[in-house]
């Protein structure tokens, strides 16, 4: 079964700095898909990054890119001048290739920004 | 477009009364997903439709809870009874049912069983 784990419950950083986010997940698969999910005060969540395990390039969505480690499983995200906007809670999330796979969510990173 | 559109957004009600959650996707996605986010266990996938049809509900807690998709552009979630460990917030979310697609979430529903 698919697991992911993000080992940091919180993560505060000072606006215009660099954070780092951590994934690490299990999979018995060798293609799959890799998501970070935002999810703001608003509630609604929304996408932030999405990374295909066959690409060995890192996705890159402007502020937001990721390092993608397929051997050690794992997918962090980095921020890069952080902004007062981006505090909210960061959802790493994993996929199977299969249409009917299943989206398996990590527990979440609360993360701070420091004015 | 509109988004994914749930309803209502708040809902409080007392142990043992029957609760319905509702979810328009967005119109041409095929797949629809319901989740329930709770501090202590996070972001858990209850039930998901692919063109109308429930394909696994393994992650629905008991028969107390049931799901339908009757149409394209409606799927309901219904607790009964409902108790007070159900509550959390609820989010439908929809995708156009390819492997790796972008999920869209609704703003959930904020559930409180008293």
């Known amino acids: 079964a698919q697991t992911v784990t993000q080992s940091q419950p919180e993560m505060s950083v000072q606006e215009a700095e660099t954070v780092t986010l951590s994934c690490t997940y299990d999979?018995?698969?060798?293609?799959?898909?890799l998501f970070w999910y935002k999810q703001p005060p608003s509630r609604q969540m929304i996408l932030v990054i999405r990374?295909?395990?066959?690409?060995?390039q890192n996705a890159t969505e402007n502020r937001f890119s990721v390092n993608f480690q397929k051997a050690a499983k794992s997918f962090s995200l980095k921020i890069s001048d952080s902004q007062l906007g981006d505090a909210a809670m960061y959802f790493c999330?994993?996929?199977?290739?299969?249409?009917?796979?299943?989206?398996?969510f990590g527990k979440g990173t609360r993360l701070h920004i420091l004015p | 477009d509109a988004g994914v559109i749930q309803s209502p957004r708040h809902e409080v009600t007392e142990m043992g009364q029957e609760v319905t959650l509702r979810c328009k996707p967005i119109?041409?996605?095929?797949?629809l997903f319901w989740y329930r986010q709770t501090m202590m266990r996070g972001l858990e996938l209850l039930i998901y439709?692919?063109?109308?049809?429930?394909?696994?509900d393994s992650g629905m807690p008991e028969d107390r809870f049931s799901a339908k998709m009757p149409n394209a552009s409606f799927s309901t979630l219904k607790i009964q009874p409902s108790e007070p460990r159900d509550s959390a917030v609820y989010f439908c979310?929809?995708?156009?049912?390819?492997?790796?697609?972008?999920?869209?979430f609704g703003s959930g529903t904020q559930l409180s069983v008293l």
């Open positions: 990374q295909e395990a066959y690409k060995q």
């Open positions: 119109s041409g996605h095929n797949s």
């Open positions: 439709f692919n063109n109308n049809v429930p394909i696994d």
């Open positions: 979310a929809s995708s156009r049912g390819q492997g790796g697609e972008k999920l869209f």
């Open positions: 999979t018995s698969e060798s293609d799959y898909y």
């Open positions: 999330a994993s996929q199977g290739m299969n249409r009917d796979d299943k989206i398996i």
